[in-house]
């Protein structure tokens, strides 16, 4: 923060402001709401906060200003995300649309689709779900078996997905579809955007460990969209879809940090509570915990300087993997220092505070979006160039 320009000053100051004037009021309530394990709490409260920011034009402050964005810079993207954490606004409802899908259609998309799904992003009028995971596509997303043809003016999907994020508040999904028949792994893949809001799509929700549903499994029994719903030709879809990957993994990591860093200072105030903080091997894990913020950060930056100039680096690669562990170790931390009081819920029937759904949804972290064993291999293999890894079905045939 010290190292803004006046330029990035005065932006911060004006998000800051705007934050501080409007998480009160009717909205004085939506601090703090939502979050991982809590993703069903008032939702609608969110939702409304949401286009409460649309209206002002603090959503998609990154996008392009004929896209409806304030064009903001890497920087200024950064602060945002930094100043909304602080702020401890509630949790985003539109992140996939915001920051996947969106700029996705930017890069690949057609006008017509980027005049017709951009400003309802922009606005929150629309909401989007992700379906790539399959029960047998997860870390292989190349094994994608749900299936579209053409007929006529309109793809037909049949298949199903799983792990699908608020598929059942989103009103589209963009999702990957075989298209070529015959065809294997990542060729004869499309990128389809598909309505929810239909006849021939069920969604099931899945309850986790924290007793709540944030993700599904979606059926696409002859669901239809439209053929003009293709991102990219056909047989494209590997290509956008790892283009959408990349986005994932943007700017607002540097916000989620802010929450990561609130998490860690409870769990030392709660040490010092309860006295764990006297026990030196509890001690030490606090401090190692510490020392994992301030790696993240660093990496952080690094990566941001790299993006800024165009050619990100390794660091890029790491983050999820280091993240992910880091949050999970802090999960285990706090029930270490809550002790056998940790193993009692609050209330019935399963009512859990904060740090036991910490632990328990923490335990996710480094599975979704790439488990911890494939992001070691991605990096073995493609960053630092180590031999591929054995295919069980090459070694069989030897």
């Known amino acids: 923060m010290q190292h803004d320009s006046p330029a990035d000053r005065a932006f911060r100051a004006e998000v800051r402001d705007w934050l501080e004037s409007n998480l009160s009021g009717e909205f004085a309530h939506a601090r703090g709401l939502g979050g991982p394990g809590r993703e069903h709490e008032a939702f609608e409260v969110r939702l409304a906060w949401e286009r409460h920011m649309a209206a002002a034009g603090w959503t998609c402050v990154g996008w392009p200003e004929e896209y409806g964005g304030r064009g903001a810079t890497l920087e200024q993207q950064v602060i945002f995300n930094e100043e909304y954490a602080l702020a401890d606004g509630p949790a985003r409802v539109n992140h996939i649309g915001e920051h996947l899908i969106g700029p996705t259609i930017m890069a690949f998309g057609s006008d017509e689709q980027r005049a017709r799904f951009l400003p309802k992003i922009v606005a929150v009028e629309e909401l989007w779900c992700q379906g790539y995971s399959e029960p047998d596509a997860g870390s292989d997303l190349a094994n994608v078996q749900t299936r579209a043809e053409l007929d006529g003016g309109h793809w037909v999907v049949n298949g199903q997905k799983v792990w699908t994020s608020l598929a059942h508040e989103a009103d589209w999904c963009f999702a990957v579809c075989r298209t070529e028949p015959g065809s294997s792994r990542h060729h004869g893949l499309s990128y389809l955007l598909v309505p929810m ?127 992910s562990t880091w949050h999970r170790e802090l999960g285990e931390l706090a029930m270490d220092v809550l002790g056998a009081a940790g193993l009692v819920a609050d209330g019935e029937p399963y009512d859990l505070n904060d740090w036991q759904r910490l632990f328990l949804f923490s335990r996710s972290d480094t599975i979704y979006a790439g488990s911890n064993e494939i992001q070691r291999n991605i990096i073995a293999e493609r960053v630092l160039g180590l031999p591929r890894e054995p295919s069980p079905s090459r070694e069989a045939r030897r």
């Open 197 to 323: 809001r239909q006849d021939g799509v069920e969604i099931r929700p899945i309850v986790q460990l924290t007793g709540t549903s944030e993700f599904n499994e979606v059926f696409f029994d002859g669901a239809r969209t439209d053929a003009a719903n293709i991102v990219g030709r056909p047989g494209e879809g590997w290509k956008i879809a790892m283009a959408t990957l990349g986005f994932e993994r943007g700017v607002a990591t540097l916000g989620q940090q802010v929450g990561f860093r609130r998490e860690f200072e409870g769990v030392a105030e709660l040490a010092r509570r309860t006295g764990a903080i006297d026990d030196p091997l509890l001690r030490d894990r606090l401090t190692r915990a510490y020392m994992g913020l301030e790696i993240m950060r660093l990496n952080a930056v690094r990566t941001m300087a790299g993006v800024a100039a165009g050619a990100p680096g390794p660091e890029s690669s790491i983050s999820k993997l280091v993240w």
